[in-house]
T-cell receptor, first 113, second 115 residues
Framework: SQKIEQNSEALNIQEGKTATLTCNYTNYSPAYLQWYRQDPGRGPVFLLLIRENEKEKRKERLKVTFDTTLKQSLFHITASQPADSATYLCALDPTDSWGKLQFGAGTQVVVTP | DTGVSQNPRHKITKRGQNVTFRCDPISEHNRLYWYRQTLGQGPEFLTYFQNEAQLEKSRLLSDRFSAERPKGSFSTLEIQRTEQGDSAMYLC?????????????FGPGTRLTVT
């Protein structure tokens, strides 16, 4: 069966350091992968999309890599700030139907001053 | 505000009652999605619409669930004969599927509690 796995333990990190989150998937061959941020009691907010032919993508302090051989994506937050504290979700479209997303359970990031 | 809106934000109902949620997507978006999220889990896909056509329904969506998107604008999700297992956050999202843009914009969700 198709599965998306993210670190279930919260990631506690000091302000200014780089947070690295992992998303592993099995039994998929996705054309693209997305990362979202979710704050408590709110809906997810889109951050980045990376395609299968892209190895790396950046947006401000965020960087995403996509290794289709390892079936893994890494999400980095550089120079982390307390405002980056949230749960980060990775999502795949299992049928490449442009929108029917399957999400991982998310990894909570806590950035302390 | 031009984002996705959902109403109500919270709903408490007794088991066996029917409930209906509304989602107003971003106006120019042609796709609308419904997801369900329980504590500690990511959102689970329920169904989606391309304009007014419902294109796919998840196996999670039992016969007690029905969704509509009349005229391709707002959407409603109805749950009949609610059960305690229906307690969750119901999220709506919309997107404009054109070219290579696939990101989804989520609403704040409707939290359902079935007592």
């Amino acid at each position: 069966s198709q599965k998306i796995e993210q670190n279930s333990e919260a990631l506690n990190i000091q302000e200014g350091k780089t947070a690295t989150l992992t998303c592993n998937y099995t039994n998929y061959s996705p054309a693209y992968l997305q990362w979202y941020r979710q704050d408590p009691g709110r809906g997810p907010v889109f951050l980045l999309l990376i395609r299968e032919n892209e190895k790396e993508k950046r947006k401000e302090r965020l960087k995403v890599t996509f290794d289709t051989t390892l079936k893994q994506s890494l999400f980095h937050i550089t120079a982390s700030q307390p405002a980056d504290s949230a749960t980060y979700l990775c999502a795949l479209d299992p049928t490449d139907s442009w929108g029917k997303l399957q999400f991982g359970a998310g990894t909570q990031v806590v950035v302390t001053p | 505000d031009t984002g996705v809106s959902q109403n109500p934000r919270h709903k408490i109902t007794k088991r066996g009652q029917n409930v209906t949620f509304r989602c107003d997507p971003i106006s120019e978006h042609n796709r609308l999605y419904w997801y369900r999220q329980t504590l500690g889990q990511g959102p689970e896909f329920l169904t989606y619409f391309q304009n007014e056509a419902q294109l796919e329904k998840s196996r999670l969506l039992s016969d007690r669930f029905s969704a509509e998107r009349p005229k391709g604008s707002f959407s409603t999700l109805e749950i009949q004969r609610t059960e305690q297992g229906d307690s969750a956050m119901y999220l709506c999202a919309s997107s404009l599927v054109i070219g290579s843009s696939y990101e989804q914009y989520f609403g704040p969700g409707t939290r359902l509690t079935v007592t």
